[in-house]
């Protein structure tokens, strides 16, 4: 049989976006990825699978409501939407 369609689940660089945009996007995840590791300094569970989770999918979610027609996407805003978000719930855990 006969695969139509690539295996690949990522879209090619061309349907991105300029590789600017795709760098910008790589650094912010990063950056992301950096609060939460700090976060798991002081407090351990905060870097389990679940918060690491509830972390992804507001990432994910936030992305999805903050593009225009395009598809692009104020990484600016969505950085510090999620900044917010990751601070109202390590408050609450406190």
Not at 12 to 38: F, H, M, P, W, Y
Request: one cysteine or more; proline letters at 3%; a negative charge.
């Amino acid at each position: 049989m006969e695969a139509t369609a690539s295996p690949c689940l990522w879209p090619r660089l061309s349907e991105c976006g300029n590789i600017d945009e795709v760098l910008l996007n790589i650094k912010l995840r990063a950056q992301i990825k950096v609060i939460i590791a700090g976060a798991g300094r002081s407090r351990p569970e905060w870097v389990e699978a679940d918060m690491v989770g509830q972390a992804n999918n507001t990432f994910r979610l936030l992305m999805n409501e903050l593009h225009d027609g395009d598809w692009r996407v104020d990484l600016g805003e969505v950085y510090g939407r999620w900044c917010g978000w990751y601070v109202g719930i390590l408050s609450k855990d406190v």
